[in-house]
């Protein structure tokens, strides 16, 4: 297997933790578009001969994930003029550390599980685990509508990292579904954020469950 | 013979040229011409010719602190081998006895700055061994992640685990590795986004503002001290960075320098790039090295 690949995986790793501990939605957007293209470029190392489909892959991958998403987060950032998380439910250092634990277990449960062999030395199983805990945190713990939609993202990519195990024998067109499903969901939740302005003046979630007769 | 003569001859000499460096790079950022690279050593010449100081409240420990900070650091680095090369002292063990002097330097500089019963030192001083206190424990992470790939407890043989090791099985954790042993180069070495060795503002400095009272050639002895720290931990980077080696001498040696003045760059680039952080989330920063030299240490032992 490409060493690389591993190399690659820890990188995304350190970058789940700078997502955690950082405040600027900025920052959160670029780390997790720099995560994007990281992902973007696995393909690539896994597969021995580089066909087609594995290019196509990979090319939309690192443009959705990379490029496009990240645009259309900067431009919802700028339409409702936010620039940090300020009140998240659990603070920036614990959650920083609650994803580094999270990644310790999953590389702990990882090896308990019954994997094939050639993906007991590879990091892709224990790196889906973290990645897809550390978008749940996000996900559950920031206030802001923008920086859980980052937690999504971050969730997805996990999801996206489990899909390498498979990528010999997966469709592409599943690949290519699922990216596009992203799509559109990250385009209707861009949209929402901004209604979620208009009305409230506010991103905070938490003033959503003050909806009362 | 000749490679223990280059070492101790680089390891004298080079050091304010990485400092030089790093300014050049920040200027050339800032668009301006900057000071000549060799400024530095102009600025050591200058200070070795002025008279000293002295305060009268402070005692023997004042001036004693830069000269035995130097020492140490100079100790310190005969037991890091450069490059492909070997260190010139060697023996089990001896990475707690390159952590330790590294260590009574900091103690001997904070003496001295309480020693000023200045206010602001007396703050320099207590951020400097608050954040010592992060640092340490990220340095001996490291430094078990390759005592475990080499299985060898000496400095030379520890550093020198990368380069046998090869690139294949252990890419990731020398990954974590490398980030780690950056930002411990930053902190250690005062500079941004930890400290930075420009500002004047007695309030928000750590290392600086500990020297204040220093002059003459005390300072430059200061001056010289940090700057030897900067090659040591860019020394330590670089077994990590770019365990390779081309089997000549002389061309090891070239690669040596030219991996180092990189690394300068890459400082120089950072410092650029990067605002200060606020004091408390220094220790975040700090927390983070820890984290990943120990997330290497397990990735390599699972």
């Not at chain 1, 973290?130 to 802001?144: C, N, P, Q």
């Not at chain 2, 001859?9 to 990485?18: C, D, F, Q, V, Y």
């Not at chain 2, 928000?204 to 001056?223: A, C, K, Q, R």
């Not at chain 2, 000549?248 to 690669?255: F, H, I, K």
Request: glycine share 6%; aromatic share 8%; proline share 5%.
């Amino acid at each position: 297997m490409n060493p690389l690949l591993n190399a690659l995986l820890v990188v995304v790793l350190v970058l789940n933790l700078f997502a955690l501990g950082t405040s600027r939605l900025v920052t959160v957007i670029k780390i997790v578009s720099l995560q994007g293209v990281l992902l973007g470029l696995m393909p690539l190392l896994l597969e021995e001969d580089i066909a087609m489909p594995v290019i196509l892959t990979s090319t939309v991958t690192l443009a959705l994930k990379g490029i496009v998403i990240p645009v259309m987060m900067l431009r919802a950032m700028r339409d409702v003029q936010i620039k940090r998380e300020m009140e998240p439910l659990i603070g920036f250092l614990p959650s920083m550390l609650l994803g580094a634990l999270a990644t310790g277990l999953a590389l702990l449960f990882a090896k308990a599980l019954p994997l094939a062999d050639e993906h007991t030395t590879q990091l892709l199983v224990p790196a889906a685990l973290a990645t897809i805990f550390v978008g749940f945190i996000l996900l559950t713990t920031r206030a802001k509508a923008i920086t859980q939609i980052m937690g999504y993202l971050v969730l997805e990519n996990g999801i996206y990292i489990f899909g390498m195990l498979l990528i010999g024998v997966m469709p592409m067109v599943i690949e290519l579904g699922v990216l596009l499903d992203l799509f559109v969901a990250i385009f209707v939740i861009c949209i929402m954020v901004n209604h979620i302005n208009q009305a409230f003046s506010s991103l905070d979630t938490r003033k959503l469950s003050e909806l009362k007769e | 013979m000749i490679n223990l003569l280059i070492h101790l001859i680089l390891l004298l000499l080079m050091p304010p040229l990485l400092l030089g460096i790093i300014n050049k790079t920040k200027a050339l950022f800032a668009g301006r011409k900057g000071p000549p690279v060799l400024q530095v050593y102009y600025d050591l010449i200058k200070l070795a010719q002025r008279d000293v100081v002295i305060s009268d409240v402070t005692t023997w420990i004042f001036t004693a602190a830069p000269i035995i900070t130097l020492v140490g650091v100079v100790m310190a680095s005969l037991l890091v081998p450069l490059g492909s090369f070997s260190a010139p002292v060697s023996f089990t063990g001896d990475l707690i006895l390159f952590a330790y002097l590294l260590s009574i330097g900091r103690f001997f500089t904070t003496m001295a700055a309480l020693d000023t019963g200045c206010a602001l030192e007396g703050m320099g001083a207590a951020r400097e061994v608050t954040f010592s206190c992060l640092s340490e424990p990220a340095l001996f992470f490291a430094f078990l992640v390759l005592a475990k790939m080499s299985g060898t407890l000496m400095l030379g043989d520890l550093l020198h685990a990368p380069l046998i090791a090869g690139t294949q099985s252990t890419a990731a954790s020398m990954v974590l590795l490398a980030i780690g042993l950056f930002i411990l180069l930053l902190a250690e070495n005062s500079r941004i986004p930890v400290d930075d060795p420009n500002t004047h503002l007695e309030l928000t400095m750590i290392h600086e503002v500990m020297v204040l009272d220093h002059s003459g050639p005390l300072l430059g002895i200061v001056l010289y001290g940090a700057a030897i720290k900067l090659f040591l931990f860019s020394a330590i980077l670089l077994h990590i960075l770019f365990p390779f080696q081309t089997g000549s001498a002389p061309l090891d040696w070239a690669l040596f320098i030219v991996e180092m003045l990189f690394v300068a760059v890459c400082v120089g680039v950072v410092e650029s790039i990067m605002a200060r952080l606020q004091m408390r989330h220094v220790p975040y920063l700090l927390i983070a090295a820890i984290l990943f030299c120990s997330f290497g240490f397990v990735l390599l032992v699972r």
